[in-house]
Nanobody
Framework: QVRLVESGGESVQAGHSLKLSCIASGRAFETYVMGWFRRAPGKEREFVAVDRRSDGNVKYADLCKGRCTFSRDNAKNMVYLQIDDLEPEDTDVYYC?????????????????????WGQGSQGTVSS
């Protein structure tokens, strides 16, 4: 189990970028798949991006439209999500999530129920 804390949420104007960070406490961070999700008020939490443990490849949701960049630094127990060219529709609470998986795992964990550990969320607000 890991404890996750997001940061970086802020109020920005449309067209600008948002860079979110998530730090994990606990051991063996490199064994965890890390995902980013977001939720708007009154809506379901939706998948944004996730990496894959077997090869480090990243899967992005269609909502990214080429604007998202996922990265991680295992030495610092950190993951990041940058969203460029922001739109007001990107106004959401952004969450990072973690789940320990075996080294050869070939699947992308894109569902909420795939994760056991969640951060508290970080609010990003985009104004037009």
């Amino acid at each position: 189990q890991v404890r996750l804390v997001e940061s970086g949420g802020e109020s920005v104007q449309a067209g600008h970028s948002l860079k979110l960070s998530c730090i994990a406490s606990g051991r063996a961070f490199e064994t965890y798949v890390m995902g980013w999700f977001r939720r708007a008020p009154g809506k379901e939490r939706e998948f944004v991006a996730v990496d894959r443990r077997s090869d480090g490849n990243v899967k992005y949701a269609d909502l990214c439209k080429g604007r998202c960049t996922f990265s991680r630094d295992n030495a610092k127990n950190m993951v990041y999500l940058q969203i460029d060219d922001l739109e007001p529709e990107d106004t959401d609470v952004y969450y990072c999530a973690a789940e320990s998986v075996y080294e050869g795992n070939l699947f992308y964990q894109t569902e909420e129920e795939d994760y056991g550990d969640w951060g508290q969320g970080s609010q990003g607000t985009v104004s037009s």
